[in-house]
């Protein structure tokens, strides 16, 4: 028996995206195979901050749209947001948050966004996606730091997001 009534239709991937790794692109593309509508909504506010310069709010909105382009991926909007999450995802009629999931260390801080999520819209659920193996270990923060130290990222980023970082930090050093 059908139960129509429990499907979630739209989801929102939420991220500072700064920049958008391989990793982001993994859990867009599981997120677009599972559920009927994907938006991928960039905070203007950077949360996890690491090490390195970040991009802009729009060249990171950039970033996203570029690099779903170039895989052909033409029903995934990408917008900035700024505020509460939970408002965007009311203004977009999303029923639910979809988050990838590296490892443990992520899970006390995702649970906590869960959390605050739930308490502050409980009729939105949080969705969890297991990262694929591959990209276990990598993080924006990561490629930051490796990237203006020298090292090449681009194993670990879609290639105009490399290309935007040899501009920023130099290729010499690089690939
Ligand atoms: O890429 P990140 O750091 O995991 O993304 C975190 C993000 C942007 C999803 C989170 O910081 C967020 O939702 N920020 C918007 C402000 C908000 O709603 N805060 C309350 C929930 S933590």
């Known amino acids: 028996m059908s139960n129509s009534k429990a499907k979630v239709e739209h989801v929102v991937v939420p991220g500072t995206f700064d920049p958008v790794t391989l990793g982001h692109l993994d859990v867009i593309m599981r997120a677009r195979r599972l559920f ?15 090490t390195g310069p970040s991009f802009s709010l729009g060249e990171r909105v950039e970033m996203i749209s570029e690099a779903l382009a170039a895989e052909g991926v033409d029903d995934v909007e990408v917008k900035p947001f700024s505020g509460l999450l939970v408002d965007f995802c009311r203004a977009e009629g999303a029923d639910a948050v979809v988050k990838g999931l590296r490892a443990m260390t992520d899970f006390e801080y995702e649970l906590q966004q869960a959390d605050l999520n739930c308490h502050l819209a409980p009729e939105l659920e949080s969705v969890f996606v297991m990262s694929s193996p591959e990209y276990g270990y990598v ?22 997001v490399n290309e935007r970082l040899k501009e920023r930090f130099g290729g010499a050093a690089r690939e």
């Open 36 to 50: 009927g509508q994907v938006t991928v909504a960039v905070a203007a506010s950077v949360g996890k901050r690491g």
């Open 139 to 160: 993080s924006s923060s990561i490629v930051r730091e490796i990237s203006s130290m020298g090292a090449s990222v681009q194993m670990l980023v879609p290639p105009n």
